[in-house]
């Protein structure tokens, strides 16, 4: 009997132990809570406040909705590419471009001399650049650079479109029938692969770092619209480029929660 009552006092003791350890770490997370709310209270009210003066949250690409919009995004790629364009830089931005194109391929392609063979940096007025340029079978290239030697520069700008059957095929075929120098440059958020289904196999590990190039928005377009930024003169294209490095930053991140999602169903 000595011993029951021994082992009743001890599971008592260790159930009131349990029961106080729960209301100290409730009171803890209570008092967590409190505190995060009040903070919270005070950022949402100095928000408010600044951005009376400030608009943070203000993307005129979200506006739009043209976050996603690849059309969009490669005719304001264009627009800026263009001497002549209504930013008023004249050749800042070209060559901020090819600078960047310059040394990422120089840095992934040691051997590639395509580049510096067919561009030269002190004759800008002699680019032109258009959007869609459409091919012998009706295919769009999203951007289209081109030099007064001939040389082209040709875009496929990806967003979140997946691709299309044959498609950077296709645009192969149709710059090789052109007889001219030439780069075709796939455009990713992540610098990722063309599908098989958009450039076999077989002709992927041919082309390349050769003919093909890889670039992504995060590692390429971003940075050389922050060199925009330092370099641009007028105050309403800065909070533009701006508001496109935001707006692609946002297409980034939700590439990067997509994929982190397609690797756990896998």
Excluded at 114 to 137: G, I, Q, R, W, Y
Aim: with cysteine; aromatic share 10%.
């Amino acid at each position: 009997m000595l011993e029951t009552n021994r082992l009743e006092a001890f599971f008592k003791a260790l159930s009131d132990q349990a029961r106080a350890a729960q209301v100290r770490e409730r009171h803890a997370l209570d008092a967590f809570f409190s505190h995060y709310q009040y903070r919270k209270n005070i950022w949402a009210k100095y928000k408010r406040e600044t951005d009376y003066v400030i608009a943070s949250d203000f993307n005129v690409f979200s506006v739009l909705s043209r976050t996603h919009d690849e059309n969009a995004i490669s005719a304001t790629i264009a627009e800026l590419l263009r001497p002549s364009g209504a930013h008023g830089q004249q050749e800042t931005f070209l060559r901020l471009f090819l600078e960047h194109l310059r040394h990422y391929v120089d840095k992934a392609h040691p051997d590639h001399d395509l580049l510096h063979a067919n561009l030269s940096l002190d004759a800008f007025d002699k680019f032109h650049v258009k959007t869609e340029h459409v091919t012998d079978m009706g295919r769009r290239i999203d951007l289209w650079i081109e030099t007064d030697t001939k040389f082209i520069i040709a875009i496929e700008n990806k967003i979140f479109a997946q691709d299309q059957q044959n498609q950077l095929h296709d645009y192969w075929r149709y710059l090789e029938t052109l007889k001219r120098d030439f780069i075709l440059i796939y455009l990713t958020l992540d610098g990722k692969d063309p599908s098989e289904e958009s450039l076999p196999n077989d002709l992927a590990q041919e082309v390349i770092g050769n003919r093909v190039i890889l670039l992504s928005h995060a590692e390429f377009v971003v940075p050389w619209l922050q060199d925009c930024v330092t370099e641009c003169k007028a105050m309403r294209v800065r909070f533009f480029l701006e508001d496109l490095i935001g707006s692609l930053g946002q297409s980034i991140l939700t590439r990067e929660t997509l994929n982190g999602h397609d690797a756990v169903s896998c």
